[in-house]
């Protein structure tokens, strides 16, 4: 292998796994800016807040069963205000297989002080979903963005479960197909397969989800930005783009500019299926080089975004020098992987980039690797 620099870059060497690339066409001056310098509770305010919730919706398929609301703290955010808000009723499983889905095991021990059940699994697998006991609530992550390992679909979860079941969605939104009836509590955030801004979480409820927060007080106290009970009924208003506290209208329009991007693309079907077309250029590329490999184990529970590659023989520091390489070329930015994840590379398939831009990556990846083996 030779370490000849290729001559061809991506156009849009943006690859991170968050925040996202922004979607091909997008400049700031694009953005509708009159809802700015405003109320957010303001007419216009209002009425771009309740845009980008139906717009969220019809590009979802979110059926009318499920509320959808914009709420603080980017996903983490709307992830911790379900879990304050509605565990503490049942008992908890809780499945890991990567850093965020212990994220959720960590606040559910140490911060809430249940006692869930926890099925865990090593980067690059899954747990035995099969084990779920689903009289308890389950929290899991749609799509473990650190490991690159998903579930494969919702048919491990049983349409008439007594729990709820609480899915991290984030980066697993605009890539997949997301079966609403078997989802009681979604998350995620803008900033993955939208390229949108972080900063604002979204919340989804199903009914009964709704049914658990009116019926159900937990034992510890809420601070205002997790409340959603006003008088004992759900705050409503959150569902219409009356948010609990002051949004960001520029994270709104941005996240509105993607949102129509994705509608003249087809909707979620478009979205899916450049996501598809980006995995299948990536995994080309991996196909044809035996020093590189996928970290998830099962073709069928890999992610389609959050892409995670073995390099072989590579530690921590090789993939520093490989991603800083790349990086100080203007060919690829923020490949490495996840801090806590075995060293590797990780490529962001989700719909706003451009296929052409993943398979540009293949010279690129040579050139590093041979570089750095000289
Ligand atoms: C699966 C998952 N959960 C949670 C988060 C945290 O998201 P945010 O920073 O938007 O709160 C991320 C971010 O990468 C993630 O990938």
Known sequence: ???????????????????????????????????????????????????????????????????????????TGAFEMAMWTMLGARPVTALAWESFGEGWVTDAVKQLRLEPTVLRADYGQLPDLSAVDWSNDVLFTWNGTTSGVRVPNGDWIPADREGLSFADATSAVFAYDIPWDRIDVATFSWQKALGGEGAHGVLILGPRAVERLESYTPAWPLPKVFRLISKGKLAEGVFKGETINTPSMLAVEDAIFTLEWAKSIGGLDGMIARSKANAKAL????????????????????????????????????????????????????????????????????????????????????????????
Not at 5 to 28: D, E, H, N, Q, V
Not at 334 to 347: E, N, Q, S, T, W
Not at 361 to 371: R, T
């Open 1 to 75: 292998m030779t370490a000849q620099m290729p001559a061809r870059k991506p156009a849009r060497p943006f690859f991170s796994s968050g925040p996202c690339a922004k979607p091909p066409g997008y400049s700031l001056d694009k953005l509708a800016t009159e809802s700015l310098g405003r109320s957010h509770r303001a007419k216009i305010g209002k009425s771009r807040l309740a845009y980008c919730i139906d717009l969220m919706r019809e590009l979802l398929q979110l059926p009318d069963t499920h509320r959808i609301g914009i709420v603080p703290g980017s996903d």
């Open 283 to 374: 995994n080309a590329i991996v196909e044809s080089r035996d020093w590189l490999g996928h970290l998830a184990q099962d073709y069928a529970s890999r992610s389609g975004t959050s892409v995670c590659l073995t390099v072989e023989g590579a530690d921590a520091d090789f993939i520093k020098k490989f991603a800083s390489l790349l990086e100080a070329e203007g060919a690829a930015y923020d490949i490495a992987g996840y801090r806590d994840a075995p060293p590797g590379l990780r490529v962001w398939c989700g719909a706003t980039v451009d296929a052409a831009d993943i398979e540009a990556l293949g010279p690129w990846f040579d050139w590093a690797y041979a570089s750095l083996r000289q």
